[in-house]
């Protein structure tokens, strides 16, 4: 197999022969260095061993990798390799030079040299596939950080967002006990690491740690690490075989219907165990085809449906969510066709158990059978219950049922993926803008459009849904980041307004808002209220070379209230947790209204 690096050079050579010189690629790029270096040095660059021409490397140095170059292209090239590959030149080239080292809030020159540590970090048995330059690259995007002795680096069930390297001393991981109290649970020592969790699922940290004495660690953020993980195949492999391993170990150990067998039986079945990531869309089990392995859903919502006789069209059953298991039955029965599909509504991660691994299994432990059989019982009974019901030929939706607006809202559109969604009741909002006007008030710019998803007299207006797996965060220059309390946020200091973060959000709940924007009269301004200047606007944002911040809700971070909440009159405004709106049917019983 070709070496991730050789493949990066094949395609970026590639893409310079068919590369037309139209320079939109350069037009769309946010950096400043962008207008000062021509496409033709940056093509010369791709065919240079080292890269000499100051303006070029300086070009390569500031590249984010926020690709808004790629959709550019008409000859749909990627400007983004090639950048890549010149960028990993610069680097290989930056000479080895002192580090510095943050102590509490202070940085003090460290006294590791970059081939130093680089040569340190090459002996933890987690990187010792990866590349030396690899790791050279991989350190100037990372911190090197001293604790004190009891000094805590991350707190129980906040957000951590880094893998942390522990590099000389030693943390302690403890969790909270009864009456408060911290209970040690693992001591780590010099080598040892943590945060892989955290930096591939986007996942709080389970401990608190604490330094036992005076420490030195590495912090690596999430996007460093992504970009060794394309970089290094071999690493990649590692990183995903830890995830893997400690993703079904630690789920083991959850209150599922795994966590009542043996533990031997768990050892042994997890053992053969496979953990799959799908997107939405893929479909795991189809109708018609005979059932092979059982799955149990780790994250994720999956659609349960069966094909409406005489049409193309399917019809939902039910949704299994995480901590459902599913194909135990139909193996079971002997069937040689499952009755219904399973897909993915969201990011899901499922744990695949074949099947005749399992037989082995059960076989062994003759009481393991009855405790899997009644997990699967739940959800996929319903399924089957479900499936035998009569499909009417006009479609399976019955608008305007609690159902509906609990599942078709919920999963289906997106809204169970987030966190804290807003919700206005359209029976009561009387449009006076008061909610738009007061989180203008609080962020400078208003963060909040009264337009998006309506459902019956709902809207689901465009605001950010604080995902549980936002695919917004891996910014490298951590313009927008995830607080340890869990609010994403922008960080205007360093966002440089590329908008990749809004090209990823999936339901355009980022804009990105023109920082130069001049003065306005009042006739201005009320054209715009009245949406005549509307497309103008927008159309005025996409222009290059604008200067643009993304602007995005937060939560109101560090404020006791919503803004938006608050300022509303008649309380027709309110936020619900989409979880506790599935366990309850209701919008109304996980509402927020503070």
């Known amino acids: 197999m070709m070496e991730s690096r050789e493949a990066l050079a094949f395609k970026a050579e590639s893409d310079v022969m068919a590369c037309i010189g139209c320079n939109d690629c350069m037009l769309a790029c946010p950096l400043p260095q962008a207008k000062l270096v021509t496409i033709a040095e940056l093509n010369a660059a791709v065919h240079l061993p080292v890269i000499t021409n100051p303006r070029a490397a300086e070009f390569f140095t500031a590249c984010t ?10 000859a749909d090239l990627s400007r983004a390799d090639m950048v890549l590959y010149n960028k990993m030149k610069v680097e290989d080239r930056v000479p080895n030079f002192a580090l510095m080292l943050q102590v509490g809030a202070r940085v003090v020159p460290s006294g590791w040299t970059l081939d130093a540590l680089a040569q340190r ?18 350190l100037l995007k990372a911190t090197l950080r001293q604790l004190a002795q009891n000094e805590v680096l991350c707190k129980e069930n906040e957000f951590y967002d880094r893998l942390c390297v522990l590099l000389g001393g030693a943390l302690e991981q403890s969790i909270r006990g009864p009456g408060g109290r911290q209970v040690q649970i693992l001591v780590l020592g010099e080598g040892s690491f943590f945060g892989e969790m955290a930096v591939m699922a986007d996942q709080p940290e389970p401990y608190t740690v604490r330094a036992m004495a005076q420490s030195l660690v590495l912090e690596l953020p999430k996007a460093a690490v992504a970009r060794l ?18 993703a079904l170990w630690t789920y083991a150990r959850t209150p599922t219907v795994l966590s009542a067998l043996p533990e031997q039986a768990i050892t042994e079945l997890l053992d053969k165990a496979e953990l799959k990531t799908l997107k939405a869309g ?14 149990l859903i780790k994250t994720g ?5 069966r094909r409406v006789e005489g049409t193309t069209k399917d019809r939902a059953l039910v949704y299994f969510r995480e901590g459902d298991l599913f194909g135990l039955t ?16 969201t990011r899901s991660e499922v744990i695949r158990i074949p099947g005749d691994h399992l037989f082995k299994v059960l076989g062994r432990y003759p009481q393991a059978r009855a405790v899997l059989e009644g997990g699967a019982q739940t959800a996929e009974r319903v399924a089957r219950d479900n499936t035998f019901m009569p499909v009417p030929a006009g479609g399976p939706k019955q608008p305007g049922t609690q159902l509906a607006m609990s599942t078709e809202v919920l999963v289906e559109k997106g809204l169970a993926a987030g966190h804290e969604v807003l919700v206005v009741d359209q029976n009561k909002c009387v449009n006076c803008q008061n909610c738009v ?51 994403i946020t922008i960080v205007e200091d360093n966002c440089i307004g590329c908008g990749a973060c809004a090209e990823r959000c999936p339901y355009g709940n980022i804009r ?13 301004r009320l054209m715009g209220v009245l949406g005549f200047r509307a497309k103008q606007e927008a159309q005025d944002e996409l222009k290059p070379g604008t200067r643009r911040l993304a602007v995005k809700c937060d939560l109101c971070a560090s404020y006791p209230d919503y803004a938006c909440v608050t300022a509303c009159p008649v309380g027709a405004m309110f936020r619900i947790d989409p979880m506790k709106s599935l366990e309850t049917q209701s919008l109304a019983t996980s509402a927020n209204r503070y």
Do not use: W
Not at 123 to 137: G, N
Not at 330 to 345: N, R
Not at 512 to 524: A, G, I, R
């Open 330 to 345: 139909g193996l079971l029965m002997g069937e040689k066709f499952s009755p219904f599909s399973v897909t993915a509504t």
């Open 437 to 487: 006007d007061a989180c203008g008030r609080r962020h400078k710019y208003s963060r909040l459009a009264l337009r998006g998803l309506q459902v019956e007299n709902f809207l689901f207006p465009a605001a950010c849904r604080h995902c549980e797996d936002p695919v917004c965060l891996l910014c490298s220059v951590n313009g927008i980041v995830r607080m340890p309390s869990g609010e």
């Open 282 to 295: 893929d479909t795991i089990l189809r109708e018609g085809t005979k059932p092979n392995d059982a799955y």
């Open 229 to 246: 993980m394309s970089t290094s195949a071999s690493f990649k492999e590692t990183m995903d075989e830890l995830y893997r391993r400690r």
């Open 512 to 524: 990105m808002h023109p920082v130069d924007k001049p003065q306005e009269s009042f006739l201005l």
């Open 65 to 74: 990798q926020c690709r808004q170059c790629v959709p550019a292209c008409p």
């Open 301 to 305: 919502f999956m659609r349960v449906s």
């Open 121 to 138: 970090v090459g002996e933890v048995p987690l990187f010792a596939s990866a590349a030396k330059t690899d790791l050279r690259a991989l």
